[in-house]
T-cell receptor, first 112, second 111 residues
């Protein structure tokens, strides 16, 4: 499978714990995006990388959130001191241009 | 701030019927996307519309874009049960490539 992959697919954690998610984009896609989707809503943009540079961050991305893409390939999204409001599906997408984004299967986070 | 509004948010229709989902957006953009999402799954790209007057069709679904009216439509022809899903429109940012999504239209097709 050469699509976007995300790991883990599901994560259950206790409030206050840190979690890290990984996204592997389609090979040679230089753009990578993180979105968050809560139940009944459309995905909300979190942040965007072009190669290893983080070019834009949404104001939704509080200080507890950090994202990296160290070598311009895979990316990680870390949430520190998780809160119940962080429970959501975290989606990663990649693209080779500004036109079409290909979404991964998502990581579903549940904060107890 | 770009706002994307879809209507209706919920749609229940009988097999064989036709219907249209509307997507309005608040600022100029030259790219409009339609996605399908099944429960618990990720997003599947359906259409990418890049110019005023663009029309694309795939099976029973047809999407169109009017950039002057800031309106896109997704028309469903002779609905079948397999089309039951949530459909999202999204407006693209020309510079960054990020997308702003509507809240989705949950379609249920009944026999």
């Amino acid at each position: 499978d050469t699509g976007v992959s995300q790991d883990p697919r599901h994560k259950i954690t206790k409030r206050g714990q840190n979690v890290t998610f990984r996204c592997d984009p389609i090979s040679e896609h230089n753009r990578l995006y993180w979105y968050r989707q809560t139940l009944g809503q459309g995905p909300e943009f979190l942040t965007y990388f072009q190669n290893e540079a983080q070019l834009e961050k949404s104001r939704l991305l509080s200080d507890r959130f950090s994202a990296e893409r160290p070598k311009g390939s895979f990316s990680t999204l870390e949430i520190q001191r998780t809160e119940q409001g962080d429970s959501a599906m975290y989606l990663c997408a990649s693209s080779a241009s500004t036109v079409t984004q290909y979404f991964g299967p998502g990581t579903r986070l549940t904060v107890l | 701030e770009l706002k994307v509004e879809q209507n209706p948010l919920f749609l229940s229709m009988q097999e064989g019927k036709n219907y249209t989902i509307y997507c309005n957006y608040s600022t100029t953009s030259d790219r409009l996307y339609w996605y399908r999402q099944d429960p618990g799954k990720s997003l599947e790209s359906l259409f990418v519309l890049l110019s005023n007057g663009a029309v694309k069709q795939e099976g029973r679904l047809m999407a169109s874009l009017d950039t002057k009216a800031r309106l896109s439509t997704l028309h469903i022809t002779a609905a079948v049960h397999d089309l039951s899903a949530t459909y999202f429109c999204a407006v693209g940012d020309t510079n960054a490539g990020k997308s702003t999504f509507g809240d989705g239209t949950t379609l249920t097709v009944k026999p």
